[in-house]
């Protein structure tokens, strides 16, 4: 196991270097996304000025304040609160976010599905895992909202943040198969097994 400093955006090679078990830390730039934002990106047809080509995406929906632009707020927003959601109910758009935008990192808490596991083999990505409740630390981690693209689904808005030393993160899903999910699920169902055979209850 082994930690990466990644400055965004990032090549799929370095990438396909990432295995299960290391840790990430990223630098300089960093997207977020939700669910809105990926439904009329994917499921309504529209488009964003914004280039994710190389780059990783967060699974969020800051809490931020709306103040005038200037040199420190250029996109007229102060972070409040940027805290991660569950990546689950957005397993169906890992695809097309590395196919059609070119995202090579996803960021949340959770994990995602076998889906999105054979896009990262595919196409060259992987998932990185958050620890939920950390809101307030994330937070210390983004110097500033850069710029801010499909504002009407506000606070589901692709952000663009300026980020410094955002992590470490946890590589929970490769480009090589491997998944940290799939490992625990296998551990608990032969746990469950064992427990159950020990209480002459057939499984």
């Known amino acids: 196991m082994a930690h990466h400093e990644l400055t965004m955006p990032a090549t799929e090679a370095q ?8 840790t990430v830390t990223l630098q300089r730039t960093l997207y977020g996304i939700r669910d809105a934002t990926q ?3 994917f499921d309504r047809g529209r488009t964003t000025r914004l280039d994710l080509h190389g780059h990783a995406v967060i699974h969020t929906a800051p809490n931020v304040r709306k103040v005038p632009q200037s040199t420190e707020h ?5 972070p409040v609160c940027i805290g991660t959601t ?16 070119g995202v090579r990192l996803v960021v949340g808490k959770g994990g995602l599905r076998e889906g999105s596991l054979a896009a990262f083999a595919e196409l060259g990505g992987v998932y990185l895992a958050i620890i939920g409740g950390t809101a307030a630390l994330e937070t210390t ?11 009407d689904l506000n ?10 030393d955002f992590g470490p993160l946890l590589v929970a899903m490769d480009s090589h198969g491997g998944s940290l999910y799939r490992t625990v699920q296998a551990d608990s169902a032969a746990r469950r ?7 002459g209850v057939k499984a």
């Open 15 to 22: 990438v396909r270097t990432l295995r299960i078990g290391d």
């Open 39 to 41: 439904i009329h990106l």
């Open 74 to 78: 250029p996109a007229g927003y102060a």
């Open 141 to 151: 981690w983004i110097e500033q909202i850069e710029d801010v693209d499909l504002d």
């Open 155 to 164: 606070p589901e808005s692709l952000w663009r943040f300026r980020i410094r």
């Open 86 to 101: 569950t990546s689950d109910r957005m397993e169906r758009f890992t695809r097309p976010l590395m196919a059609q935008l």
């Open 193 to 199: 097994a064992q427990v159950l055979a020990s209480l």
